[in-house]
T-cell receptor
Framework: GDSVTQMEGPVTLSEEAFLTINCTYT??????LFWYVQYPGEGLQLLLK?????DKGSNKGFEATYRKETTSFHLEKGSVQVSDSAVYFC?????????????FGDGTTLTVKP | DVKVTQSSRYLVKRTGEKVFLECVQD?????MFWYRQDPGLGLRLIYF???????EKGDIPEGYSVSREKKERFSLILESASTNQTSMYLC??????????????FGDGTRLSIL
């Protein structure tokens, strides 16, 4: 079955540091890949997505590239801010399953200190 | 702007009570989902629905049921609440299309405590 494995947290960084959160996946079909962010006290919201190999999703300074050869979708940001402190979830939606249903990673908690 | 609204942010109930959690979306989405979120366990799918009156079990349906009488509304029911159902509950929705690139839209969650 499908699965998503993300880097265990928590991750603590200083402001302006470089961020990488690793995500690898297993899927039976050709999935779309997503990163969601959950700020304290809120639900998840879409951060970025990529739907085919070598696509790069980007938003708010975050980027992730769909790497089919390594089955990875690592999240990066060049310079984090305190306001980026949140939980980040990697997810996939597989074309072979019910369209719209997703498999989520366990989430990685990021804390950015001033 | 798209919106998924969960009826309560915080809820406290007693063991054995029947509990209803309500979710409404205004985006005319076909799919709706209920998850629970627990520390260290990520998001776990309880039930989902891809059409009115249709439902499918997710990964952890035991102790729960759902109702989808109207397209915009998806209710989660705890038939007889137990303390191990204390959790954060998240509702989500998206379009059911022929492809798989539709992200899910989430509500802000209901933090349920069973005493």
């Amino acid at each position: 079955g499908d699965s998503v494995t993300q880097m265990e947290g928590p991750v603590t960084l200083s402001e302006e540091a470089f961020l990488t959160i690793n995500c690898t996946y297993t899927a039976t079909g050709y999935p779309s890949l997503f990163w969601y962010v959950q700020y304290p006290g809120e639900g998840l919201q879409l951060l970025l997505k990529a739907t085919k190999a070598d696509d790069k999703g980007s938003n708010k300074g975050f980027e992730a590239t769909y790497r089919k050869e390594t089955t990875s979708f690592h999240l990066e940001k060049g310079s984090v801010q305190v306001s980026d402190s949140a939980v980040y979830f990697c997810a996939l939606s597989d074309e072979d399953t019910n369209a719209g249903k997703s498999t989520f990673g366990d989430g990685t908690t990021l804390t950015v200190k001033p | 702007d798209v919106k998924v609204t969960q009826s309560s942010r915080y809820l406290v109930k007693r063991t054995g009570e029947k509990v209803f959690l309500e979710c409404v979306q205004d985006m005319d989405h076909e799919n709706m989902f209920w998850y629970r979120q627990d520390p260290g366990l990520g998001l776990r799918l309880i039930y989902f629905s891809y059409d009115v009156k249709m439902k499918e079990k997710g990964d952890i349906p035991e102790g729960y049921s759902v109702s989808r009488e109207k397209k915009e509304r998806f209710s989660l029911i705890l038939e007889s609440a137990s303390t191990n159902q204390t959790s954060m509950y998240l509702c989500a929705s998206n379009h059911l299309q022929g492809n798989n690139n539709q992200p899910q839209h989430f509500g802000d969650g209901t933090r349920l405590s069973i005493l």
